[in-house]
């Protein structure tokens, strides 16, 4: 599996957008990319996924760059109950191998 | 649809116990997966059954885990004997087909605490 690299931490004022990086500049062709979110004290949470194409769903955005090394997810508008792990992960199998995340603060 | 559902939420053992987590998938997927949350490791991928076969169980730290999935609706993890280094969030996850196309979902989590 491709190796990511994710800020440690970031913050965002409530109702405003926020853009969580993720760098994959080892990914596969066939590597979809995948966003998991994790709130405190509950398991990790399906946010969104792609390939090459950028997606959209309910919950965020997800940018996919052209050359499929990077990608960015987007949350429109901040809420306090946004605040929580996001992990990117790469992936070809059917298994997932979580890093360590970015921890969004919502700021009020 | 109740979601993953693992049992218990809490279990505090004593070292040299035998501890028994258990885990119902989400009914009709048919891949499942455990995995291990501390501080100092994040997320660790344990085992993963499809069909309920084990098909890669190299996350197993030692020969005192074992898991099982007797039938598509259940499945246990097993720690004998318990140390406490084994203290940890531990997680179960079901898919449908794989998780490559399909989310995962994810059930509550059991915190095991061995003293």
């Known amino acids: 599996d491709a190796k990511t690299t994710q800020p440690n931490s970031m913050e965002s004022n409530e109702e405003e957008p926020v853009h969580l990086p993720c760098n994959h500049s080892?990914?596969?062709?066939?590597?979809?990319i995948h966003w998991y979110r994790q709130l405190p004290s509950q398991g990790p949470e399906y946010v969104i996924h792609?390939?090459?194409s950028n997606v959209n769903n309910r919950m965020a955005s997800l940018a996919i760059a052209e050359d499929r090394k990077s990608s960015t997810l987007i949350l429109h508008r901040a809420t306090l109950r946004d605040a929580a792990v996001y992990y990117c992960?790469?992936?070809?199998?059917?298994?997932?191998?979580f890093g360590t995340g970015t921890s969004l603060t919502v700021i009020p | 649809d109740a979601g993953v559902i693992q049992s218990p939420r809490h279990e505090v053992t004593e070292m040299g116990q035998e501890v028994t987590l258990r885990c119902k998938p989400i009914?009709?997927?048919?891949?499942l997966f455990w995995y291990r949350q501390t501080m100092m490791r994040g997320l660790e991928l344990l085992i993963y059954?499809?069909?309920?076969?084990?098909?890669?169980d190299s996350g197993m730290p030692e020969d005192r885990f074992s898991a099982k999935m007797p039938n598509a609706s259940f499945s246990t993890l097993k720690i004998q004997p318990s140390e406490p280094r084994d203290s940890a969030v531990y997680f179960c996850?079901?898919?449908?087909?794989?998780?490559?196309?399909?989310?995962?979902?994810f059930g509550s989590g059991t915190r095991l605490t061995v003293v």
């Open positions: 996850a079901s898919s449908l087909a794989g998780g490559r196309t399909n989310g995962y979902t």
């Open positions: 080892t990914i596969s062709g066939t590597d979809y």
């Open positions: 792609g390939l090459t």
């Open positions: 992960i790469p992936n070809t199998g059917n298994q997932f191998y």
């Open positions: 009914s009709g997927h048919d891949y």
């Open positions: 059954f499809n069909n309920n076969v084990p098909i890669d």
